[in-house]
């Protein structure tokens, strides 16, 4: 890890300031919360012995911060007070960026501590209780995927192309590498013309849509929200098929795969997702 800030809208809090510039925030010894969230199991009891796992859930992950605060001067001091009240007031981002660079990011919000103990010094010490509803880490950076559409990207009938199709259908193979090390949420953008829109996830599960578009019109498939919208904002929920499959991208290497029907050269899917991670060192 190479950096540690507190992010808001307006503000962002250098939380290794300190050792870099000789004075502003530092977070020191003691940090807690980044490592792995803690779960929630389900078990089934039976008559027999012992239980059977029936899932988990990831918990919100609370982090406790303790700070170094100082000053060029007092004047100095009471600004990075006031700098740090603001910040945390409301919702605010705890970014780490990792040694390529890579910032992963998580909303957090402050759900204790700040106390201080007033000295004649400019600088004092704090600990922060933080809770994230999110337990991981979003990576800053988008990994993309496109199938078809223009000559650079990977063509439709990429892998395929022993199967007897029809020269309106297209059927392509989209590689999805995920450097994170739990599950991603993808988003679909689907660029018409084409109708019958088909992805299958690595392990079979699949995602329709039995709607039309025109060469216009693009599709918008955000696998997080639960949303089907086309480029205009309107509703196309109702066109998927029964018991729609929202599957996630997992983590490492692996390989879906896109059908669409009545394309052409323009037609394209571009997947896109961002990694996120339990942990970031």
């Known amino acids: 890890m190479t950096a540690l800030l507190l992010q808001t809208e307006r503000d962002a809090l250098d939380l290794n300031g300190v050792a870099g510039q000789g004075s502003g925030f530092q977070a020191t010894a003691g940090l807690t919360g980044?490592?792995?969230p803690s779960v929630s199991a389900q078990w089934l009891e039976g008559a027999g012995d012992g239980s059977r796992f029936r899932g988990q859930r990831v918990l919100s992950r609370d982090l406790d911060m303790p700070l170094d605060i100082v000053g060029r001067d007092r004047k100095h001091l009471r600004q990075l007070i006031s700098r740090l009240a603001r910040a945390v007031a409301g919702e605010c981002s705890l970014v780490l960026v990792d040694d390529e660079?890579?910032?992963?990011?998580?909303?957090?919000y402050r759900t204790g501590g700040g106390d201080i103990e007033l000295s004649n010094g400019n600088d004092l010490q704090t600990v922060i209780s933080f809770r994230a509803p999110d337990p991981y880490f979003t990576a800053g950076t988008v990994s993309t995927q496109t199938v078809g559409g223009d000559p650079g990207s990977q063509p439709f009938l990429s892998s395929l192309v022993s199967l007897p199709l029809a020269?309106?259908?297209a059927i392509g193979?989209?590689?999805?590498?995920?450097?994170?090390?739990a599950d991603a949420y993808p988003k679909w953008e689907v660029y018409g013309p084409g109708r019958e829109l088909t992805v299958v996830s690595p392990t079979g599960e699949t995602l329709q849509w039995h709607g039309t578009l025109s060469a216009t019109e693009k599709l918008i498939v955000d696998v997080r929200?639960?949303?089907v919208k086309d480029g205009t904002g309107a509703n196309r929920y109702a066109d998927l098929a029964s018991a729609p499959r929202f599957w996630t991208v997992p983590p490492g290497t692996s390989t879906a795969s896109v059908s669409l029907l009545d394309t052409t050269a323009a037609s394209k899917v571009v997947c896109s997702w961002r990694p996120r991670r339990w942990m970031v060192i």
Request: charged share 15%; no cysteine.
């Open 34 to 36: 980044l490592g792995l």
């Open 101 to 108: 660079g890579v910032r992963w990011t998580t909303p957090v």
């Open 173 to 181: 193979e989209v590689q999805l590498d995920n450097i994170g090390d």
């Open 225 to 227: 929200a639960g949303a």
């Open 167 to 169: 020269a309106s259908q």
